[in-house]
T-cell receptor
Framework: GNSVTQMEGPVTLSEEAFLTINCTYT??????LFWYVQYPGEGLQLLLK?????DKGSNKGFEATYRKETTSFHLEKGSVQVSDSAVYFC??????????FGAGTTVTVRA | EAGVAQSPRYKIIEKRQSVAFWCNPI?????LYWYQQILGQGPKLLIQ????????DSQLPKDRFSAERLKGVDSTLKIQPAKLEDSAVYLC??????????????FGPGTRLTVL
């Protein structure tokens, strides 16, 4: 079946550090790929997405590139802020619109 | 534009009791989803509605869980009777079926259920 595997956390960083969260997927076909973020006390929000191979999604300084050859969609940010502290979820979706999520990675950024 | 509303935000019950959660999607969104998010895991889809019809309920434990969306707007999810393993956050999401944000899912804040 379709599944998503993402880097286990928690991840603790200092402000202005570089962040990478690895995400790989297993799927039959070519799904759309997503990163969602869940800030403390809030609901899930779409952070970025990519719908086909080699697409790069970007938002709020975060980027992720859809790599078909490695079935990956790693999330990166060059300089994190305290406000980036959250739980990040990688997810995939086919045309049935059902999202399949990874387990989530908790990121804490220290001032 | 108001987001997806859910209530209650928190609920504590004892096992074998019943509980119900309510969701009001974004106005005009035809598709509504209920997810279960167990601590340390990603959300798992329980049921998907298109208007008031069920599209996918393959992962809904139908012996104890039920959901309805009678008028194609609000939805309720019920658990009867609850088990310890039902402790989780229950997320509601909705998505439009047309326009620039077609099929993008917007999530509510969730209801955190604790079963003692």
């Amino acid at each position: 079946g379709n599944s998503v595997t993402q880097m286990e956390g928690p991840v603790t960083l200092s402000e202005e550090a570089f962040l990478t969260i690895n995400c790989t997927y297993t799927a039959t076909g070519y799904p759309s790929l997503f990163w969602y973020v869940q800030y403390p006390g809030e609901g899930l929000q779409l952070l970025l997405k990519a719908t086909k191979a080699d697409d790069k999604g970007s938002n709020k300084g975060f980027e992720a590139t859809y790599r078909k050859e490695t079935t990956s969609f790693h999330l990166e940010k060059g300089s994190v802020q305290v406000s980036d502290s959250a739980v990040y979820f990688c997810a995939l979706r086919f045309n049935d619109y059902k999202l399949s999520f990874g387990a989530g990675t908790t990121v804490t950024v220290r001032a | 534009e108001a987001g997806v509303a859910q209530s209650p935000r928190y609920k504590i019950i004892e096992k074998r009791q019943s509980v119900a959660f309510w969701c009001n999607p974004i106005s005009g969104h035809a598709t509504l989803y209920w997810y279960q998010q167990i601590l340390g895991q990603g959300p798992k889809l329980l049921i998907q509605f298109q208007n008031n019809g069920v599209v996918d309920d393959s992962q809904l434990p139908k012996d104890r869980f039920s959901a309805e969306r009678l008028k194609g707007v609000d939805s309720t999810l019920k658990i009867q009777p609850a088990k310890l393993e039902d402790s989780a956050v229950y997320l509601c999401a909705s998505s439009p079926t047309s326009g620039g944000l077609v099929n993008e899912q917007f999530f509510g804040p969730g209801t955190r259920l604790t079963v003692l």
